[in-house]
């Protein structure tokens, strides 16, 4: 599967963006899907995941109560909503995706090593 996040840009803080994630190439709901990030000088670190059939989501604490993940089957996308960003939100975050067959059924996943595909990634810079 081809994966391609766009929706990335500059905010200020307090700021909303929405990501967008767009796949091709297999059957989208094959896939649970997952979004990470990554800040200069760091390693890429989870934000968020959601199962097959969005019955299931995960947050990383630090977004939780301030990022919404959801997708669209039918429009093979997976979808990030980032509201009330803070500074420490800029990274270029990347969308990627895991076979549900590695998975329990109807399982999500924040761990980073079990995802399959990655797309480009997307920057966010939110300003002070």
């Known amino acids: 599967v081809q994966l391609q996040a766009f929706g990335g840009g500059l905010v200020q803080a307090g700021g909303s963006l929405r990501l967008s994630c767009a796949a091709s190439?297999?059957?989208?709901?094959?896939?649970?899907m997952g979004w990470f990030r990554q800040a200069p000088g760091k390693e890429r670190e989870f934000v968020a995941a959601?199962?097959?059939?969005?019955?299931?989501?995960h947050y990383a604490d630090s977004v939780k109560g301030r990022f919404t993940i959801s997708r669209d089957n039918a429009k093979n996308t997976v979808y990030l909503q980032m509201n009330s960003l803070k500074p420490e939100d800029t990274a270029v975050y990347y969308c990627?995706?895991?076979?549900?067959?590695?998975?329990?059924?109807?399982?999500?996943?924040?761990?980073?090593?079990?995802?399959?595909?990655w797309g480009q990634g997307t920057l966010v810079t939110v300003s002070s």
């Open positions: 190439g297999r059957t989208f709901s094959s896939y649970a």
């Open positions: 990627a995706a895991v076979s549900v067959r590695k998975l329990r059924l109807g399982a999500a996943t924040p761990e980073r090593y079990e995802y399959d595909y």
């Open positions: 959601i199962s097959w059939s969005a019955g299931i989501t």
